[in-house]
Protein backbone atom coordinates (compact mmCIF):
# COMPACT_ATOMS: atom_id res chain seq x y z
CA UNK A 1 0.00 0.00 0.00
CA UNK A 2 1.37 3.75 -0.73
CA UNK A 3 1.30 5.45 2.81
CA UNK A 4 0.96 8.45 0.84
CA UNK A 5 -1.95 8.07 -1.00
CA UNK A 6 -5.24 9.86 -0.41
CA UNK A 7 -7.30 7.25 2.24
CA UNK A 8 -11.43 6.96 0.93
CA UNK A 9 -13.64 4.64 3.26
CA UNK A 10 -16.41 2.84 1.46
CA UNK A 11 -19.22 1.93 3.32
CA UNK A 12 -21.63 0.18 1.33
CA UNK A 13 -23.33 -3.26 1.51
CA UNK A 14 -23.53 -4.08 -1.67
CA UNK A 15 -20.39 -5.68 -2.78
CA UNK A 16 -20.36 -5.02 -6.71
CA UNK A 17 -20.75 -1.44 -6.07
CA UNK A 18 -17.96 -1.45 -3.73
CA UNK A 19 -15.64 -3.03 -5.98
CA UNK A 20 -16.77 -0.03 -8.80
CA UNK A 21 -16.25 2.78 -5.83
CA UNK A 22 -12.96 1.61 -5.00
CA UNK A 23 -11.73 1.35 -8.59
CA UNK A 24 -13.02 5.02 -9.00
CA UNK A 25 -11.24 6.03 -6.20
CA UNK A 26 -7.86 4.13 -7.24
CA UNK A 27 -8.55 5.75 -10.81
CA UNK A 28 -8.10 9.10 -8.74
CA UNK A 29 -4.38 8.10 -7.27
CA UNK A 30 -6.57 6.49 -4.08
CA UNK A 31 -6.99 3.69 -1.37
CA UNK A 32 -10.43 2.53 -1.23
CA UNK A 33 -10.99 1.27 2.14
CA UNK A 34 -13.86 -1.27 1.79
CA UNK A 35 -16.53 -1.90 4.73
CA UNK A 36 -19.78 -3.05 4.02
CA UNK A 37 -21.98 -1.95 7.51
CA UNK A 38 -22.03 0.80 9.94
CA UNK A 39 -20.59 -0.84 12.89
CA UNK A 40 -17.12 -1.35 10.26
CA UNK A 41 -17.58 2.05 9.15
CA UNK A 42 -17.30 3.70 12.28
CA UNK A 43 -14.53 1.22 13.58
CA UNK A 44 -12.24 1.78 10.11
CA UNK A 45 -12.83 5.89 10.15
CA UNK A 46 -11.52 5.88 14.14
CA UNK A 47 -8.73 3.44 13.06
CA UNK A 48 -7.67 4.70 9.26
CA UNK A 49 -8.53 7.85 9.80
CA UNK A 50 -9.81 8.78 6.01
CA UNK A 51 -9.84 11.95 3.51
CA UNK A 52 -13.29 11.14 2.23
CA UNK A 53 -15.90 9.25 3.18
CA UNK A 54 -18.05 7.67 0.62
CA UNK A 55 -21.39 6.31 2.52
CA UNK A 56 -24.42 4.78 2.08
CA UNK A 57 -27.44 4.98 3.87
CA UNK A 58 -29.29 1.57 3.86
CA UNK A 59 -26.87 -0.38 5.69
CA UNK A 60 -27.34 -3.69 6.92
CA UNK A 61 -27.31 -2.55 10.73
CA UNK A 62 -28.74 1.10 10.18
CA UNK A 63 -28.80 4.19 8.75
CA UNK A 64 -26.13 5.93 7.75
CA UNK A 65 -27.15 8.87 8.93
CA UNK A 66 -26.18 7.70 12.13
CA UNK A 67 -22.61 7.47 10.78
CA UNK A 68 -22.32 10.96 9.78
CA UNK A 69 -23.80 12.27 13.19
CA UNK A 70 -20.82 10.28 14.81
CA UNK A 71 -17.96 11.29 12.85
CA UNK A 72 -19.25 14.83 12.85
CA UNK A 73 -18.70 14.73 16.38
CA UNK A 74 -14.74 14.79 16.22
CA UNK A 75 -13.84 15.26 12.78
CA UNK A 76 -14.52 17.61 8.99
CA UNK A 77 -13.80 14.55 6.85
CA UNK A 78 -16.18 15.38 3.73
CA UNK A 79 -18.87 12.78 3.22
CA UNK A 80 -20.23 11.61 -0.54
CA UNK A 81 -23.71 10.12 -0.10
CA UNK A 82 -24.10 7.78 -2.58
CA UNK A 83 -27.71 6.19 -2.42
CA UNK A 84 -30.71 4.70 -4.12
CA UNK A 85 -32.59 7.01 -1.49
CA UNK A 86 -33.81 9.89 -4.39
CA UNK A 87 -36.47 11.76 -2.08
CA UNK A 88 -35.71 15.19 -1.09
CA UNK A 89 -36.27 14.20 2.63
CA UNK A 90 -33.52 12.22 2.76
CA UNK A 91 -31.17 13.90 0.67
CA UNK A 92 -32.20 17.34 3.82
CA UNK A 93 -31.66 14.61 6.21
CA UNK A 94 -28.42 13.74 4.99
CA UNK A 95 -27.18 17.02 4.40
CA UNK A 96 -28.29 18.55 7.38
CA UNK A 97 -27.12 15.69 9.60
CA UNK A 98 -22.66 16.97 7.95
CA UNK A 99 -22.64 15.28 4.46
CA UNK A 100 -20.75 17.45 2.14
CA UNK A 101 -22.86 15.85 -1.33
CA UNK A 102 -25.26 13.39 -2.29
CA UNK A 103 -25.48 11.05 -5.07
CA UNK A 104 -28.46 8.92 -6.79
CA UNK A 105 -27.91 5.47 -7.80
CA UNK A 106 -27.43 4.33 -10.40
CA UNK A 107 -24.59 6.60 -11.19
CA UNK A 108 -21.79 7.34 -14.03
CA UNK A 109 -18.22 6.30 -12.66
CA UNK A 110 -16.98 9.82 -14.22
CA UNK A 111 -19.74 11.43 -12.26
CA UNK A 112 -18.86 10.15 -8.99
CA UNK A 113 -14.83 10.98 -9.91
CA UNK A 114 -15.56 14.53 -10.29
CA UNK A 115 -17.17 14.55 -7.53
CA UNK A 116 -14.34 13.08 -5.35
CA UNK A 117 -11.74 15.39 -6.82
CA UNK A 118 -13.89 18.26 -5.71
CA UNK A 119 -14.41 16.71 -2.50
CA UNK A 120 -10.31 16.51 -1.76
CA UNK A 121 -9.91 19.46 -3.27
CA UNK A 122 -12.23 21.69 -0.52
CA UNK A 123 -10.49 19.35 2.05
CA UNK A 124 -6.97 20.05 0.59
CA UNK A 125 -7.93 24.23 0.89
CA UNK A 126 -9.52 23.75 4.39
CA UNK A 127 -6.60 21.76 6.20
CA UNK A 128 -3.75 24.05 4.54
CA UNK A 129 -4.49 26.77 1.93
CA UNK A 130 -4.22 30.33 2.51
CA UNK A 131 -2.40 32.17 5.20
CA UNK A 132 -1.88 30.35 8.67
CA UNK A 133 -3.24 32.92 10.53
CA UNK A 134 -5.98 35.57 9.09
CA UNK A 135 -6.72 38.47 11.02
CA UNK A 136 -10.03 40.75 10.99
CA UNK A 137 -10.92 43.57 12.68
CA UNK A 138 -13.21 41.52 15.83
CA UNK A 139 -11.49 38.46 15.44
CA UNK A 140 -8.83 35.97 13.85
CA UNK A 141 -8.85 32.48 12.41
CA UNK A 142 -5.67 30.42 13.11
CA UNK A 143 -5.81 27.96 10.53
CA UNK A 144 -3.67 25.39 11.31
CA UNK A 145 -4.80 24.94 15.10
CA UNK A 146 -8.38 25.46 13.88
CA UNK A 147 -8.71 28.32 16.40
CA UNK A 148 -11.23 31.19 16.26
CA UNK A 149 -10.39 34.13 18.68
CA UNK A 150 -13.26 37.40 19.43
CA UNK A 151 -11.43 39.88 21.19
CA UNK A 152 -8.49 37.57 23.27
CA UNK A 153 -11.58 34.76 23.53
CA UNK A 154 -12.13 31.83 21.79
CA UNK A 155 -15.33 30.91 19.70
CA UNK A 156 -17.05 27.73 19.25
CA UNK A 157 -18.06 27.37 15.44
CA UNK A 158 -20.10 24.20 14.52
CA UNK A 159 -18.26 21.93 11.66
CA UNK A 160 -20.64 23.11 9.50
CA UNK A 161 -20.34 27.16 10.48
CA UNK A 162 -16.46 26.43 10.00
CA UNK A 163 -16.48 25.32 6.45
CA UNK A 164 -18.67 28.23 5.74
CA UNK A 165 -15.98 30.42 7.63
CA UNK A 166 -12.97 28.97 5.41
CA UNK A 167 -15.62 29.95 2.21
CA UNK A 168 -15.65 32.90 3.19
CA UNK A 169 -11.74 33.25 3.95
CA UNK A 170 -10.66 31.68 0.68
CA UNK A 171 -11.78 34.89 -1.26
CA UNK A 172 -11.95 37.87 0.20
CA UNK A 173 -13.61 40.92 -1.03
CA UNK A 174 -14.88 38.49 -4.15
CA UNK A 175 -18.79 38.29 -4.30
CA UNK A 176 -19.84 34.60 -3.70
CA UNK A 177 -23.23 33.64 -5.19
CA UNK A 178 -25.61 31.89 -3.34
CA UNK A 179 -25.27 28.99 -5.20
CA UNK A 180 -21.68 28.98 -5.13
CA UNK A 181 -21.53 29.35 -0.75
CA UNK A 182 -24.15 25.98 -1.20
CA UNK A 183 -22.68 23.99 -3.38
CA UNK A 184 -18.70 24.57 -1.41
CA UNK A 185 -20.20 24.34 2.13
CA UNK A 186 -23.29 21.67 1.59
CA UNK A 187 -23.01 20.17 -1.95
CA UNK A 188 -24.76 20.23 -5.23
CA UNK A 189 -27.37 18.71 -3.88
CA UNK A 190 -28.34 21.70 -1.84
CA UNK A 191 -27.73 24.77 -4.50
CA UNK A 192 -31.30 25.90 -4.38
CA UNK A 193 -31.46 25.68 -0.34
CA UNK A 194 -30.80 29.44 0.15
CA UNK A 195 -32.17 29.35 3.64
CA UNK A 196 -29.50 27.11 4.94
CA UNK A 197 -27.33 29.64 4.17
CA UNK A 198 -29.06 32.42 5.65
CA UNK A 199 -29.38 30.40 8.65
CA UNK A 200 -25.98 30.18 9.04
CA UNK A 201 -24.39 33.56 7.77
CA UNK A 202 -26.48 34.86 10.59
CA UNK A 203 -24.98 32.70 13.01
CA UNK A 204 -21.41 33.56 12.01
CA UNK A 205 -22.59 37.20 11.96
CA UNK A 206 -23.87 36.89 15.99
CA UNK A 207 -20.54 34.99 17.13
CA UNK A 208 -17.84 37.43 15.37
CA UNK A 209 -19.49 40.18 14.45
CA UNK A 210 -19.01 43.29 16.94
CA UNK A 211 -22.68 44.42 16.23
CA UNK A 212 -24.53 41.52 14.07
CA UNK A 213 -27.15 44.15 13.15
CA UNK A 214 -24.57 45.94 11.23
CA UNK A 215 -22.05 43.54 10.25
CA UNK A 216 -18.48 44.72 8.81
CA UNK A 217 -17.41 41.59 7.41
CA UNK A 218 -20.07 39.15 6.24
CA UNK A 219 -21.74 41.38 3.95
CA UNK A 220 -24.94 40.45 1.75
CA UNK A 221 -24.96 41.47 -1.93
CA UNK A 222 -28.46 42.01 -2.05
CA UNK A 223 -29.94 39.56 -5.51
CA UNK A 224 -26.36 37.94 -5.90
CA UNK A 225 -25.52 36.58 -2.55
CA UNK A 226 -22.50 37.38 0.11
CA UNK A 227 -19.02 39.47 0.56
CA UNK A 228 -16.42 38.53 3.06
CA UNK A 229 -14.35 41.94 3.72
CA UNK A 230 -11.78 41.53 6.17
Request: hydrophobic share 40%.
Amino acid sequence: MNHDAIRVLIVEDEPQIRRVVRLAVEEEGGVGIETGDLGQGLAAAAAQRPQLVILDLGLPDGNGVELIRNLRGWSDIPVLILSARAQEHDKIEALDAGADDYLCKPFGVGELRARVRALLRRQGRAAGGGQPLVECGSFTVDLPRRLILRHGEAVHLTPREYRLLLAFLAQPGKVLTQRSLLREVWGAAAVESGHYLRVYVARLRQKLEDDPTQPRHFLTETGVGYRFQP
